[in-house]
T-cell receptor, first 113, second 116 residues
Framework: AAGVIQSPRHLIKEKRETATLKCYPI?????VYWYQQGPGQDPQFLIS???????DKGSIPDRFSAQQFSDYHSELNMSSLELGDSALYFC????????????FGPGTRLTVT | AQKVTQAQTEISVVEKEDVTLDCVYE???????LFWYKQPPSGELVFLIR??????QNEISGRYSWNFQKSTSSFNFTITASQVVDSAVYFC?????????????FGAGTILRVKS
């Protein structure tokens, strides 16, 4: 079965640079979520989109923005990167009409040096 | 506010032992959903189970079983006859509603180490 696709899988950036993470949800899934997981921590919700509209928002820094496109893929844009942004970034998708569980992609490991 | 507590930071067992991972949650909603995810050393998050707040029936899937008790706000996970491949971080998570992009709130996770 098709899974959530994230690219790139690994990304190394320097401080103050910009990064763009991409997410392709499971086909027919209409909702996309972004989570950030620091080392040894649980995933923290950043933002979600339903039918291309922002649906819920967590502790996402103002330096980060995201959107969902007409083909349902999503991009997380991160600017003015800081050392503390180094983390594993997960994208997840779900189908609003059910089943309701969120299926996660393999994650993008971002390292800021 | 939603909160999930996994009091066990790390558990070590020997292969074939049974192990129970505890999860306690807090929510003001009467309708909510509970989940367990597995994160093996490779890093991905693997969905294991979803339970609705209005369905307290316990569930068994192979060596895995889940015990949901609303009276104690707990959703515990038991692995029977553990195997080395069960070694992973296990997260319990809560969603106050599903659909329309509602977030998962995760517990801190329990590291399970199964030794051969």
């Amino acid at each position: 079965a098709a899974g959530v696709i994230q690219s790139p899988r690994h990304l190394i950036k320097e401080k103050r640079e910009t990064a763009t993470l991409k997410c392709y949800p499971i086909p027919r899934h209409d909702t996309v979520y972004w989570y950030q997981q620091g080392p040894g921590q649980d995933p923290q919700f950043l933002i979600s989109f339903y039918e291309k509209m922002q649906s819920d928002k967590g502790s996402i820094p103002d330096r980060f923005s995201a959107q969902q496109f007409s083909d349902y893929h999503s991009e997380l844009n991160m600017s003015s990167l800081e050392l503390g942004d180094s983390a594993l970034y997960f994208c997840a998708s779900s189908l609003t009409t059910g089943p309701y569980e969120q299926y996660f992609g393999p994650g993008t490991r971002l390292t800021v040096t | 506010a939603q909160k999930v507590t996994q009091a066990q930071t790390e558990i070590s067992v020997v292969e074939k032992e049974d192990v129970t991972l505890d999860c306690v949650y807090e929510t003001r909603d009467t309708t909510y959903y509970l989940f367990w995810y597995k994160q093996p050393p490779s890093g991905e998050l693997v969905f294991l189970i979803r339970r609705n707040s209005f369905d307290e029936q316990n569930e068994i899937s192979g060596r895995y079983s889940w015990n949901f008790q609303k009276s104690t706000s707990s959703f515990n996970f038991t692995i029977t006859a553990s195997q080395v491949v069960d070694s992973a971080v296990y997260f319990c998570a809560l969603s106050e509603a599903v659909g329309y992009g509602n977030k998962l709130v995760f517990g801190a996770g329990t590291i399970l180490r199964v030794k051969s």
